[in-house]
């Protein structure tokens, strides 16, 4: 039996063996997969070793030695500007609505029929022009009978004058009753009456032939015409004939806040002259410059303001009536203001504060207060001087002490030798802080994909090697089955 159990013995590996291969397959898919996980990971974290220098124990890592040594920080670039002095203009923006400084509507005075219209529509007249005729035949038929009229009223009186200077003679030689003499005066005065109501219609009935003609009562651009020529006119139409409105000079109506109303008033009380200036709807072409003419009474409680009024020259004609614009009113102007970007001042929470730049490339953060604004620049009241150097750029990842780099500067080296205990003044720098930092985030995006790739081939490398293991092993188990079966086939 011990010879034929021995070449089934050699023909078939141990079971101990090939459970010793498989954890041995095993071990060696998981160091593979540590092995890629800790280079993926060297990758990924190289950049920021880099940035934060090879510099050894001994360097002089930090602001001490630069963005090299343990410890270090890398300078920021920032954008700087100085702060100038300027007149600054203290302004008030309104919305207004331009208004005409006169308007009129042109009607008959007398009523008759429209025989001529001597003027075109749109425009420009005088005052005393003449606009339109209208039939004048009946108004001169009624001239001349006042004037007949009053022609033999006043012979009347002639007469009677005459007799009573007859009868004042025939009285001083006693010939006559002097109740006669009293009643021919008083028949003198009468006919004086009744003359002087003579000229009266006649001047009302030569005042209405000169009705005929409508005349422009005053000057500016006529509007569309209502009535048309064949047509009867008169006092009673409400349409009248046209409309003509004033433009040179023109107004404009806006509304102050009610607390910029004492200061406006104390300006006007002075006599300053306030000018205005009138923009359009972009805010950027100007459409004519005035001046501040007059104040409302009264504040509207329903939004807290009150209505104001510029004039303008408007020789362009630039406005037009109930035409919306912008206006912008100059109240007074601040000599000699510090001024500095918008995009210097920031608000915390101190209050509002600005980077000031130092010789030495640190920055210093230091409160102010801050005063008017105009588009793009601010005034600083307190805490800047005329010449200091604020940042205006990059200031969101700075603090009190930081240091930063100019876009004009070159950049530095930076770290330690390690061991020796010496800085790095002696060492390039590769490429600047921003450039740097761009560099690193790119690196990461790339590496951090190699990384996914490697950790995908290491997962696809230990499921083949388990694969295999598990192939070898039934290979084994069949290989044992038929060593098994061999040996047995004798036997019998």
Do not use: C
């Given at each position: 039996m011990?010879?034929?159990?021995t070449?089934a013995a050699l023909?078939s590996?141990p079971?101990q063996?090939?459970?010793?291969k498989?954890i041995?397959r095993?071990?060696?898919?998981i160091a593979?997969m540590?092995?890629?996980g800790?280079f ?7 950049s920021?070793e880099?940035a ?20 270090g920080?890398?300078?920021s670039?920032?954008g700087?500007?100085?702060a100038?002095?300027?007149?600054v ?7 207004g609505?331009?208004t005409?400084a ?8 007398v009523?008759?029929i429209?025989?001529?219209v ?6 420009m007249v005088?005052a005393?022009?003449v606009?339109?005729q209208i039939?004048?035949r009946?108004?001169e038929?009624?001239?001349l009978?006042?004037t007949?009229q ?9 007469i ?6 007859r009868y004042?003679?025939?009285?001083t030689?006693?010939s006559?009753?002097r109740?006669d003499?009293?009643t021919?005066a008083a028949l003198?005065k009468q ?5 002087k109501t003579d ?8 005042l ?10 005053i000057?500016g651009?006529?509007?569309l ?7 009867l006119v008169?006092?009673g ?5 046209a409309?003509?409105t004033?433009?040179s000079?023109i107004d404009v ?8 109303v004492p200061e406006?008033?104390q300006?006007a ?6 000018p205005?200036?009138a ?5 950027v ?8 003419a007059a104040?409302?009474n009264q504040v509207d409680t329903?939004t ?7 004039r303008f ?5 630039a406005?037009?009536p109930?035409?919306?614009v912008?206006v912008r009113l100059q109240l007074r ?7 500095v ?10 209050g509002?504060?600005v980077?000031v730049?130092k010789a030495?490339?640190?920055?210093s953060l230091?409160?102010?207060t801050r005063?008017?604004a ?5 005034q600083i009241v307190?805490?800047l001087q005329?010449?200091e150097q ?5 200031a969101d990842?700075?603090k009190?002490?930081?240091k930063?780099?100019?876009p004009?500067d ?6 330690g030798?390690g ?8 060492a390039?720098?590769?490429a600047s802080?921003?450039?740097?930092a761009?560099?690193t985030n790119a ?7 190699d990384?996914?790739a490697a950790?995908k081939s290491?997962?696809?490398?230990a499921a083949a090697?388990s694969?295999a ?6 290979a084994h ?10 040996a047995?086939?004798?036997a019998?």
């Amino acid at each position: 039996m011990d010879s034929h159990a021995t070449p089934a013995a050699l023909t078939s590996p141990p079971p101990q063996q090939s459970k010793r291969k498989k954890i041995v397959r095993n071990l060696i898919a998981i160091a593979v997969m540590a092995a890629l996980g800790g280079f993926a990971w060297h990758l990924t974290h190289r950049s920021d070793e880099a940035a934060g220098g090879k510099g050894g124990p001994g360097g002089a890592g930090g602001r001490r030695g630069g963005p090299g040594g343990p410890g270090g920080e890398v300078a920021s670039t920032v954008g700087v500007a100085a702060a100038e002095k300027a007149d600054v203009p203290v302004v008030l923006d309104a919305l207004g609505t331009v208004t005409a400084a006169a308007t009129a509507t042109v009607r008959a005075q007398v009523s008759g029929i429209l025989q001529k219209v001597l003027f075109t529509e749109g425009q420009m007249v005088k005052a005393g022009q003449v606009l339109a005729q209208i039939d004048p035949r009946q108004f001169e038929m009624a001239l001349l009978q006042a004037t007949g009229q009053r022609q033999r009223d006043e012979a009347q009186r002639d007469i009677a004058k005459l007799t009573l200077t007859r009868y004042q003679t025939l009285l001083t030689q006693d010939s006559i009753a002097r109740q006669d003499v009293d009643t021919q005066a008083a028949l003198v005065k009468q006919l004086d009456g009744t003359v002087k109501t003579d000229l009266a219609a006649e001047g009302a009935a030569r005042l209405n032939l000169g009705y005929t003609k409508v005349i422009a009562p005053i000057s500016g651009r006529v509007g569309l015409r209502v009535v048309d020529i064949g047509n009867l006119v008169g006092s009673g139409d409400a349409n009248g004939l046209a409309v003509i409105t004033e433009l040179s000079p023109i107004d404009v109506e806006f509304s102050i806040p009610q607390d910029n109303v004492p200061e406006v008033q104390q300006r006007a009380i002075a006599g300053a002259a306030l000018p205005a200036i009138a923009l359009d709807r972009t805010r950027v072409n100007t459409l004519d410059s005035g001046r501040f003419a007059a104040l409302d009474n009264q504040v509207d409680t329903q939004t807290g303001t009150v209505k104001a009024k510029a004039r303008f020259a408007n020789t362009k004609f630039a406005l037009f009536p109930s035409q919306f614009v912008n206006v912008r009113l100059q109240l007074r102007t601040i000599k000699d203001a510090v001024m500095v970007p918008v995009t210097a001042l920031r608000h915390g929470s101190n209050g509002d504060f600005v980077y000031v730049l130092k010789a030495d490339k640190t920055v210093s953060l230091r409160p102010v207060t801050r005063g008017q604004a105009t588009v793009d620049k601010i005034q600083i009241v307190t805490g800047l001087q005329v010449g200091e150097q604020v940042i205006t750029e990059g200031a969101d990842r700075l603090k009190d002490g930081a240091k930063v780099i100019l876009p004009g500067d070159k950049p530095r080296g930076a770290g330690g030798k390690g061991g020796k205990g010496r800085g790095a003044a002696d060492a390039p720098a590769a490429a600047s802080a921003a450039t740097a930092a761009n560099a690193t985030n790119a690196t990461n995006a790339a590496t951090a994909a190699d990384a996914t790739a490697a950790a995908k081939s290491a997962a696809a490398a230990a499921a083949a090697a388990s694969d295999a293991a598990s192939s070898d092993a039934a290979a084994h188990h069949h290989h044992r089955r038929d060593a098994s079966a061999a040996a047995s086939a004798p036997a019998q």
